[in-house]
């Protein structure tokens, strides 16, 4: 059974958020962002060989272009240098070289380490200094797409940053693996589901909003009822009536409603009753027959 975290009363609805049982892991196969994963400690992400190589986007002087420091080595040395000299000069060029075959622009990565801080609940994702990566094997890495032509560089200007947009896929991917995803469910003042629910949302805060988004929706809209109608005058009768009323209005207190907002100024009219509440049966009672017949007897 689902856990259910808060009901909250919201415009004649009330809201249940539930925990996701089978939540979607946040990653939705396109290109924009993702991350990677190395470490056979879990599962998450995806694996190497559906990604680029991260090494190719860092900046020469880190990861495995950082054997021989950040300085740009020269083209040409001294030639009076030492022979061991010039032959650590000569590897770092053609390292140099290499990475300058080798980088490419097309996203900014990060590595990270990850692992529970306090336990059970508490397993998170950090991002680690590029400088430490010859100190220690990173669990995996994280790809934001640089955007290189001028349309995309506008288009990207208005939005979020790369490190943002970093930060917003660990946090969605930290409630993930913590199981802080979320579905609402709506329901109506009599309890009956609303079967407006949704689901795979992190965070309740997030699940939240997104159910008082649709309720405020919803009670902008209107459902058909059907009355049955007591009227003593000019004579006792029965009558049916349908009437369009607010989706919020739990069917249960559409009569009282309907008596209060649009029957209240009629003194004919001295009662009403869902006709639903007249359930099918055997055998009808002449009251029932009268009704369902829109008949009416004196």
């Given amino acids: 059974m689902s856990y259910e975290a808060e009901r909250v009363d919201y415009k004649g609805f009330t809201i249940r958020l539930v925990n996701d049982e089978s939540p979607e892991e946040p990653d939705w196969g396109d290109d924009e962002f993702f991350l990677i994963n190395l470490s056979a400690r879990y599962t998450f992400g995806r694996g190497a060989s559906k990604a680029p190589d991260p090494e190719q986007y860092l900046p020469w002087g880190v990861g495995r272009w950082g054997e021989y420091g950040a300085e740009i080595p020269a083209k040409e040395w001294d030639k009076d240098l030492p022979e061991e000299d010039k032959w650590e000069k000569t590897e770092a060029r053609g390292l140099y070289e290499e ?56 288009a990207a200007a208005a939005g979020p940053s790369p490190e943002v947009i970093r930060d917003a896929l660990i946090e969605d991917y930290q409630k993930w693996g913590n199981g802080d995803v979320w579905g609402y469910i709506i329901e109506d003042e009599d309890g009956d589901d609303m079967e407006e629910s949704c689901w795979g949302f992190y965070g309740t ?79 009808r009672t002449p009251i029932e027959k009268l009704a369902l017949a829109g008949g009416g007897a004196e």
Avoid: N
């Avoid at 508490?122 to 400088?131: A, G, P, S």
């Fill in 205 to 283: 805060e997030e699940c939240l909003a997104e159910a008082q988004g649709k309720v405020d929706y919803m009670v902008r809209k209107t459902k058909k009822i059907m009355l049955l109608l007591l009227r003593d005058s000019p004579s006792l009768s029965w009558e049916t009536q349908t009437l369009e009323v607010p989706l919020w209005l739990a069917d249960s207190k559409v009569p009282a409603w309907a008596m209060r907002k649009v029957f209240g100024s009629d003194p004919g009219i001295t009662g009403a009753a869902l006709i639903s509440a007249f359930a099918p049966a055997p055998e």
């Fill in 99 to 154: 990475w300058l075959y080798e980088h490419d622009t097309g996203y900014e990565v990060w590595p990270f380490r990850s692992g529970d801080a306090h336990g059970p609940g508490t397993w998170c994702i950090w991002v680690m200094d590029l400088e430490d990566l010859d100190r220690q094997v990173p669990d995996g890495w994280i790809f934001v797409k640089v955007h290189e032509t001028p349309m995309e560089q506008l």
